[in-house]
């Protein structure tokens, strides 16, 4: 049924566009030039009065009407049921009585149940009708009164630009209702979650076992919520695939940007963006299982202990995964350096290296600078690498070969599975997603604010 | 909602699933969804309350406990019937590449991995570094174990099954038992933080390949995982006795516990389906003998105790509170 | 327009005016055409560029000026599918031989841009930075003295001498293009392009630049592409002028501006078109 | 050279020993730099290599399946024609496989000789049979999968020369299977299952329809949200916005959206989606909204680059001729920008089709045994089904595993390659 | 160069040599000053621009002649941070007026670009986009007329009547300009501006721009801008000179260039800078 009134908005939609249009070919006709808006505008503008606010009202009434039949279910079944009932209670009733009334009776119902599907089945046809009425009457009134205000000089294209606009500006509000629903999601529940545990031993605090009892019989972690040693753990991974991917990200740019022919160039760089593409639960599979027995087992060659869920291994695996990242933003600071800069070093008889390491890269430094910073806002933010190959157990320690946990680690084995949302375990993941979300901001707006700065000076 | 929804522990994960399947092959009726939490989020999750919100059946690799009912009570999930669908051996298992021809004694697996061990004497934190260093009969090499997390069934029954029998190996500790109960408790259950002992999730495949690609790590994890993959993993003697469904049925493989499911009777009726996804769940083609879960892994319960099972669904009996 | 003349005679064909008091020849071409991938952009320029004096190339926009210019250092090396064929000499060498080292031949062809580039670091570093790759000088006095000398010569000095360690991107317009002279003229070169080195610039900073072209031709042999005429006919002793890739017609400046030989320099001159 | 001039007045011997040897050296020092870049990319490149040939050599043995083919006999005795549905086929099969060993009569031995064909089989015949109920009372040939312990034997997983007890299957087994075998009766086809079925607690039936059809409706989700409020949220914050302090702080607002951990956006998604408008868990529709909170500012990020790249001339023109800037717009802007916002879609999208941990908060790696039939019912997606196989006990889950992220890299390189193949063909360069 | 000659009196003064022929005004300046952000481009324009006839604006680069030129159908709008003040009237009309609509006025002042800007679709729809967003033809038929009319007075309908359906960008430079030009005139301007459109052209397409303007002068008011002394001198009746962002001369093109009252406009026009 919700069906049928898209399609009688629809359908009302395009009768007022042809109306408007008419109306406006004869204003076109009549006054020639001095018409203001072609005929095409004032259909345009009949058919969104007609439209838009009809599709608010429908939309409204479809999220309204369910609530609404279930609270007048509730209050026709026989006080004997309801009296005492609580919320689940009822809301099984209901549920019973929409599988009643939508034929799937598995059990005998009880006469009050086969009552109250039997209403529900008119109300829910009433309903509807009504909803159609409605709908049709609010088109029809829209629909005089914006075809009352046509007229030869009526501007009719500023008011449908001002409606685009309009719809244009609330879609860039989107982006900023989503910062705020994390904000305030985040801080919400972050901050139930530091009425049970004091914010200075979150942050200050050096033990981190949060996987605490969930029975009061259990015995398990015994409950510290200290996050340095998750922060440290997080630095170390992040530090380690920096490590491998700023080299080798850096030398693939500039091997790109000033060595490589065209074919070259054509080849290697869809490959790169393969490498980009790989979903990292691809990556942590090839962590566990390909490069951390590998890392055992040469580290055993030297007689070193290694962890099999060493942050190497993970920090390692997370660096390939960054790679790309960084070789195409130092490719675009590369090439954003002025061909200028370039020519002059060459025509002073520099060779190519020369040029590259004298020149290019510290003009290009704080647009590489920038990118190395988002990228590691991205290797502190990664989750499946390491949710697979970096450990559960929050040590406070820098040696690259034991295990370590991260952020994104504990957020995720804190909340798979149990969605309870008062245990100070789970809050705790959203108090470490608070931070995670903290940090990683002010990375990416550093790093921006660098890129930006660097882009208008060669502007 | 017209879909029966099952969590809980990812040991009775794979036989949920392959009901859920059978379920839904036989009758032709919308596939259940079965999500894997671990037995202690799972009970979370289905103590939650009643209604549609709410899941209907949870798996558990241990019994229900008493903090758990009375979690549930206090939702008003009172009337729940309580289905056993067999046994699961915990095993600990290594690479066939591993050499050594491992037996361990349930003291030893306490030693290797509790947080503090008796050491000359005294309780103290844990400060074995490799096997050898507890029985010198051990190969020297690290102790490297990888192991459930606390939300998971398989952790609280290792640590019930091997554990609490382990310690009380040890007089010192077995004393506390008396004196000091919740001391005894702490000694006993808590495993080590410090590096040996490796909490690896959930996901138990991946334990199972990781042991693959690295010969001197053990694993401990539930008996079908080792019987699907008896090519390339051998098993740990514990005690002497190698896990196997008949070492497991009799009770002479130490450290195997019986397997459940938990079902809301106030969703019978309500939840399309749900009657005949339960009868399915312990009907004879499932768990009794040869039937398809015992394929997958499942130690089959006697005869009787299976009949007792259907009984009790086809009656809807009520499960008491736990004492425990 | 009636550009019938130009139909007269072979395109190619350059009117070369003879001049009697030339310098000895520092640059010699002959047929040199250049091609950007499948487009001929130069057809068989040949011309003597004498050492010691200014030569300017004029020509409406599009006509091959930089693009020669540019192969006398072989710049357009650097631009990817870029061919030359011919034969460019310097001192009678062949500069597209093989085994000549190009990084030579450009610290011996100096060249500055229209646009002033100065690098982004400072001012001493910037004319600094050819003697120090090219190992011009031994030890930090050296490079002192050098630096100092090829500012002073681009007559900058007085205005820089105090604040050598300040970035030369802050300078006005002027002093940054006085500065890539400085930098040019630091690895001593031999010749010195210039392509349209005042375009940029306002006219005091014009009359600047061009002073110190008057003062270096001395003792360079300096190539200055330009689209002013006047500042052609201020500034050099001999022009060429290109028209659609071809070299229409080369002499002493003097004459070339008042008696052309070629209708299209006659026409372009006049402001005919361009 | 001591004096300033003198140093700029004497000609500097370029041919000298020393000259040559300085440039040979810095010449090398080029040639170093070089090898850098070459070393970097082949590391790369090689690392690539490696990740793909381990799941290459893992994955490609799901691409076939083992399957046996035998006579069914449809015993009237066990079928009532006028409800076939209802038929005790799981007899049906036993007895027809028996008909093939009639010297196995011990009970234990013909249930392990039941293990040889796929647990479901009788389903298949069930389906045969009500499709076409004059089967009933005849003989037809079914092909059926094996079994997954049988299916690796076939494959060679399971190695032969191991001692019994460390096999899956028993020597009387291997012994009845290859007698089947030497029957002609066991084939190994393609394994189309492996994309038409849904997921199975049986390896040798586990597909990925499920999935597919899962992250086909989140992808399609994500597009419908993100795509036009991505192109308008672009071209009002291009084209129309005033350059003040409120659209600079939209403007590092987007940009650090699209660096925002993925995680971040599966929390909110648990917080508002789930806990606060109560969607229902699992959902591709939840799933796809959270990844279009995700691709969002990717997509708004690309179409302002798009639009940026259009010439302003093109601009200056039409508004020169009097049109108003949303004629510009809808006539030439968006026309022109199409291609780049069309390549920065399928980019997004094929980053929201990898993309694991959000969709593991709000739920969507449950087990579902049919594809969703609409953006409400339970589902999963493609990189969360491989999550759950690789958790699965059953040796033919480590390859399907393997199999799926191959399947799952192929739609990534087919979205990224026509990406590159749009960009090259319809970008222009101004 | 002798830059005193400049201060001897106020900058912002306009030298206006009077004329006593002058058509009657169609386009009146007042005081324009115009700001980009901080920076004042433009200082105390005032001007009378006549209808049916050429008035060429010429001076250095930077000068303010498209910034002036950009005022009169306010496309400076488009930039943001723009401000102007002054007054412009058309036909005696204030065109900052808040009650105007920009775009009428942008119909009614056309403007032609110094690059050839075509729209990337058919060359007919090149020049039917103008008509079709004004609805000024109903019908295909009527748009046909329209589109060929102005193709007829752009001089390019016997180049393309027979390929309308190939796209605008395809045909070459000279062409495309005059494209730009029929585009413009389709929508039946009263004042067509431009700016140095023929400074990407060869000299054979800048001739054909050139006679084409001499044509449309009889039915438009032109104002072109130009870098080129000698175009200005061929096609305009009236020249205004600006330098640094001031009006500084302006009359009969004839007076402005053989007899310039202005040391600058003087300076200017010998070649002297710029
Ligand atoms: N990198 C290039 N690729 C392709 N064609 C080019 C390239 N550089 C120049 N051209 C073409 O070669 C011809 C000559 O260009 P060149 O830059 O030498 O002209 P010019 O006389 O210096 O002009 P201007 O006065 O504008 O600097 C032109 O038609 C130009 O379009
Ligand atoms: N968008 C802008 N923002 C800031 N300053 C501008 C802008 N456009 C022009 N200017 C400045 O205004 C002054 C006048 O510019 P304008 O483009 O009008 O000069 P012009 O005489 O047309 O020069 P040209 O001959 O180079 O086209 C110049 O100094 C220029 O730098
Ligand atoms: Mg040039
Ligand atoms: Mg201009
Ligand atoms: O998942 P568990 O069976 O270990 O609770």
Sequence with gaps: MAGYAFILILFMS????????????????????????????????????????????????????????????????????????????????????????????????????????????????????????????????????????????????????????????????????????????????????????????????????PQIAIRADQVAGQGAFGAVPVFTGTLLIATIAMLVATPIGIFTAIYLVEYANERTRKMVKPVMEILAGVPTVVYGFFAVLVVAPAVRQTGSLVGLEISPNSALTAGAVMGIMI?????????????????????????????????????????????????????????????????MAAGLIASLTFNPLD????????????????????????????????????????????????????????? | ????????????????????????????????????????????????????????????????????????????????????????????????????????????????????????????????????????????????????????????AFVELAMHDGCNAYPEIKALK????????????????????????????????????????????????????????????????????ETIADGSYDIARPLFIYVKNAHRGVIPGLEEFLAEYVSDAAIGKGGYLAERGLTVMPDDQIKEMQERVRQSIKMSAPAS | ?????????????????????????????????????????????????????????????????????????????????????????????????????????????????????????????????????????RGKAELDAVVEASLRKAGLWNEVKDRLDDPGTGLSGGQQQRLCIARAIAVNPEVILMDEPCSALDPIATARIEELIDELKANYCIIIVTHSMQQAARVSQRTAFFHLGNLVEVGPTQHVFTNPRDTRTHDYITGRFG | MSSSDASLSASFDWSSQTAAARRRKRHAADRRLQLCGIAAITVALGLLAVLLISLISNGYRAFVQTMVTIPVYVNPDHVNADDPARGNYRAIVAQSLQALFPDVTDPAEQRLLGQILTNNSQFFVRDRVVADPSLIGRTFELTTPAADPFDQLEKGVIRRDLPESQRRVSDLQIGWFDKLKAEGRISTPFNWGLFLNADSRFPELAGLSGAIVGSFYALLVCFLISFPVGIAAAVYLEEFAPKNRWTDLVEVNINNLAAVPSIVFGLLGLAVFLGFFGLPRSAPLVGGMVLSLMTLPTMIIVTRASLKAVPPSIREAALGLGASRHQVITDHVLPLALPGILTGTIIGLAQALGETAPLLLIGMNAFITAPPGGLLDASTALPTQIFIWADSPERGFVDRTSAAILVLLGFLVLMNGIAIFLRQRLERTW
């Excluded at chain 1, 002025?338 to 430094?365: C, I, N």
């Excluded at chain 2, 909490?199 to 401990?220: H, K, T, Y």
């Excluded at chain 3, 950007?36 to 010691?52: C, H, M, T, W």
């Design chain 2, 1 to 156: 909602r017209d879909q029966i929804r099952v969590v809980g522990s990812s040991t009775v994960f794979p036989y949920s699933q392959a009901v859920a399947e059978q379920y839904a092959n036989a009758t032709g009726a919308k596939a259940p969804v079965v999500e894997s939490t671990g037995t202690g989020g799972g009970m979370k999750i289905f103590c939650g309350g009643v209604g549609p919100d709410h899941p209907d059946v949870t798996g558990a690799s241990r019994a229900m406990k008493k903090s758990e009912w009375e979690l549930c009570e206090s939702n008003g999930v009172v009337d729940i019937t309580e289905l056993q669908i067999g046994f699961d051996g915990l095993s600990i298992a290594v690479s066939r590449n591993n050499t050594f021809d491992w037996d361990l004694t349930e003291a030893e697996i306490f030693a290797a991995l509790a947080a503090e061990v008796v050491v000359d004497g005294e309780i103290k934190p844990n400060p074995y570094k490799k096997w050898s260093q507890i029985n010198p009969n051990l190969p020297d090499i690290d102790i490297v174990v990888f192991g459930p997390p606390p939300t998971s069934g398989t952790r609280d």
């Design chain 3, 1 to 137: 327009m009636n550009d019938a003349a130009v139909m007269e005679r072979p395109a190619h064909l350059t009117t070369v005016i003879p001049d009697p008091d030339m310098n000895p020849v520092k640059v010699e071409a002959r047929d040199v055409c250049v091609f950007y991938g499948a487009k001929q952009a130069l057809f068989n320029v040949s011309i003597d560029i004498p050492e010691r004096s200014v030569t300017a190339f004029i020509g409406p926009s599009g006509c091959g000026k930089s693009t020669f210019l540019r192969c006398i250092n072989r710049m357009n090396d650097t631009i990817d599918g870029t061919r030359v064929t011919g034969r460019i000499t310097l001192d009678g060498r062949d500069i597209y031989e093989p085994s000549l080292d190009v990084v030579e031949l450009r610290a011996r062809v100096g060249m500055v841009f229209q646009k002033p580039n100065p690098f982004p670091k400072s001012i001493y570093d910037n004319v600094a930075y050819g003697p120090r790759i090219h190992g011009l000088a």
């Design chain 2, 178 to 245: 008396d004196s000091n109960k919740d001391r005894w408790n702490e000694v006993c259950s808590r495993m080590r933080q410090d590096g040996p002992f490796v909490e690896a999730g959930e996901n138990d495949n991946l334990i199972v390949q990781r042991l693959n690609a690295d010969p001197n790590v053990l694993g401990i994890f539930g008996f079908s995982f080792l019987y699907e993959n008896q090519d390339t993993l051998k098993d740990v003697k514990v005690d002497g006795v190698d896990p196997s469904f």
């Design chain 1, 323 to 387: 790679i790309p990242f960084i070789s195409s933003l130092s490719d675009d600071a590369l090439k954003a350096v002025p061909r200028a800069m370039r020519d002059g070093s060459l025509a002073l008889g520099a060779t190519r290296g020369e040029t590259v390491t004298k020149v290019l890269l510290p003009a290009a430094l704080p647009g590489i600078m920038g990118g190395i910073l988002l990228a590691l806002s991205r290797a502190i933010g990664e989750t499946m690498i390491v949710v």
């Design chain 1, 403 to 459: 295990s370590v946990t991260t952020v994104t680690v504990q957020i995720v084995t804190l909340l798979i599975g149990d969605t309870e949302f008062d245990s100070p375990k789970t809050l705790a993941a959203f108090a470490l997603g608070l931070v995670l979300f903290a940090v990683t901001l002010c990375l990416n707006v550093i790093a921006l604010r660098i890129v930006q700065k660097y882009r208008e000076q060669y502007e």
């Design chain 1, 14 to 209: 395009l009768l007022a566009f042809y109306i408007g249009r008419s109306a406006g070919n004869r204003f076109h006709v009549a006054a020639g030039r001095d018409t203001h808006s072609l005929p095409g505008y004032h259909g345009a503008f009949v058919a969104v009065w007609v439209g838009i606010p009809v599709l608010v009202l429908v939309l409204l009434w479809l999220g309204l009407q369910r609530p609404v039949i279930d609270q007048l279910l509730i209050a026709s079944l026989p006080d004997a049921m309801t009296a005492g009932a609580d919320r689940a209670q009822l809301s099984l009733y209901i549920s019973e009585i929409r599988n009643v009334a939508s034929g799937r009776i598995f059990a005998e119902p009880t006469e009050a149940i086969r009552i109250a599907a039997n209403s529900l089945v008119r109300w829910e046809a009433l309903a509807r009708w009504a909803m159609l009425v409605v709908a049709m009457a609010v088109m029809l009134v829209a629909l005089i009164i914006a075809r009352s205000r046509l007229t030869p000089r009526f501007r009719a294209r500023n008011a449908v630009e001002r409606v685009l606009s309009g719809l244009m500006i609330f879609c860039s509000l989107v982006a900023i209702l989503t910062t705020l629903g994390i904000i305030v999601s985040l801080l919400y529940e972050a901050w139930q979650f530091f009425r049970l545990v004091p914010v200075t031993e979150f942050l200050f605090g050096l033990r981190w076992e």
